[in-house]
């Protein structure tokens, strides 16, 4: 049987009596895309926050490619091959598109800045780089400030940062937000061929992108994984259906 990539188990977190997430297992296989849907509040921040280390569970474990890394912090996690990309740019608007994906393969941060010149002038770091991003392709404006690329860009770029990293997958959320048709159809093909190098799992509200890439849906429900299955599976169950009535999702 093919080991999961990602393998989540009884995962729980409350705040004071809400259970954001409740008792939540599943796994990311190799070569996948996994997407996580729920209404607003259904918990898949919370529980990608979990996953990734920035919030500690009440209960429940992590293990990423076999290793238990629930006692980890995010830096480390990374370091056992989990990749991210934020709902929120972590990118530094004022420095180049070189630059950002540069410290992104030296996993700095913005307090780090001053060390940017020696950094810039590692040839290793810097070939990692522009590889990442010949890969988005955003190689036309690699000496471009950030500040001054399309939204759709950035998001590419964010990808790219975390490529860097040479992730075996990715946890991702929301990648498509405020990207209009062209955008979130060349983030589609990008992340349709990425799956093959490290799946993925994926937080996204744009269900036409879900349907189109997810090899598998789970579907959150006030903090319980109420189905896992194919595109047409989900389509069809009939908790899932009750659980969106009223809402567009156009299942
Ligand atoms: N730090 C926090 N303190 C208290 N309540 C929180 C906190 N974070 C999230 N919640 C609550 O937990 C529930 C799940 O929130 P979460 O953001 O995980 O949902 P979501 O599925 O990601 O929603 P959306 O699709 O709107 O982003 C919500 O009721 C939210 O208000």
Redesign the pocket.
Known sequence: MTEPLLDIRGLSKS?GA?R?TDDVSLTLLPGEIHALI?P???????LIQQIAGGLAPDAGRVMVNGRDVTDLGTADRAKCGLGRTFQISALAMENTVLQNAMLGAVGATRSVWRFLKPVMQDTHLCAEAKAAIERVGLQDVAHARVGTLSHGQRRLLEVAVALTLNPKLFLMDEPMAGLGAEGTARMTSFLNDLRREAPILLVEHDMDAVFTLADRISV?VAGKVIATGTPDEIRSNPDVRTAYLGDEVPL
Do not use: E, V
């Open positions: 705040f809400l954001a729920g607003n509040g259904a918990g898949k921040s919370t959150l």
